[in-house]
């Protein structure tokens, strides 16, 4: 059982709608991560965030936003996406050092039409 | 080319041997992971193996690391119908106040009945 949560499971929205995904970890870790996952396309680190602060932005576009309000909570934002944003989109958390090894949730599946 | 290399796909009978091979470019990783992802889930954690090492066990996975070659493989002994997902590679690198995961695009390992 995954002690990461993932909501909404499933989203589908239009490109000037303004949505959120929220991502909660259960086990303590100091550090959130977003992913983007594509079909035929490696895994994407999209943002970290570590105890709150975020370390690492990787030349995502402004559409996503990106929100840690403490370590067991990590938003991202969504507005005016494009459909070549469809995607699964997964969170992750880690205590923060090398060794410790990444925590996956279950991923909000979004398409935009 | 890309950073971390995979064959996109595996079949193999049920009861055989399952080898999914990697390979990786940055040679200052100090720890090297096997996820695994069934379909509409996120990514599980399966092993992961410090680069001092050539080999490690659990079970019925072996991996084996040939840091020279920087070349990883993952073992499924007596593979089952069950084993059936998709098998990433990642390796580990430190950024800006964190450490990342950089993964490949994963092997779909398919167990033939």
């Known amino acids: 059982e995954t002690g990461v949560t993932q909501t909404p499971r499933h989203l589908v929205m239009g490109m000037t709608n303004k949505k959120s995904l929220k991502c909660e970890q259960h086990?303590?870790?100091?550090?959130m991560y977003w992913y983007k996952q594509s079909a035929k396309k490696p895994l994407e680190l999209m943002f970290v965030?570590?105890?709150?602060?975020?370390?690492e932005n990787n030349s995502v576009p402004s559409r996503f936003s990106p929100e840690c309000p403490n370590s067991s909570h990590l938003f991202l934002h969504l507005h005016t996406l494009q459909p070549e944003d469809s995607a699964l989109y997964l969170c992750a958390s880690s205590q923060g050092s090398e060794r410790d090894t990444q925590y996956f949730g279950p991923g909000t599946r979004l398409t935009v039409l | 080319g890309e950073d971390v290399e995979q064959s996109l796909f595996l079949s193999v009978r049920e009861g055989d041997s399952s080898v999914i091979n990697c390979t990786y470019t940055d040679s200052s990783s100090t720890y090297l992971y096997w996820y695994k992802q069934e379909p509409g889930a996120g990514l599980q954690l399966l092993t992961y193996?410090?680069?001092?090492?050539d080999m490690k066990q659990d079970q019925r996975l072996t991996v084996l690391l040939n840091k020279k070659d920087k070349h990883l493989s993952l073992r499924i002994a007596d593979t089952q119908t069950g084993d059936s997902a998709i098998y990433f590679c990642?390796?580990?690198?430190?950024?800006?106040?964190?450490?990342?995961?950089?993964f490949g695009k994963g092997t779909k390992l398919s167990v033939i009945p």
């Open positions: 990642a390796e580990s690198r430190s950024g800006a106040g964190s450490y990342q995961l950089t």
């Open positions: 193996i410090f680069s001092n090492m």
């Open positions: 086990l303590g870790h100091n550090a």
């Open positions: 965030y570590n105890f709150k602060e975020q370390t």
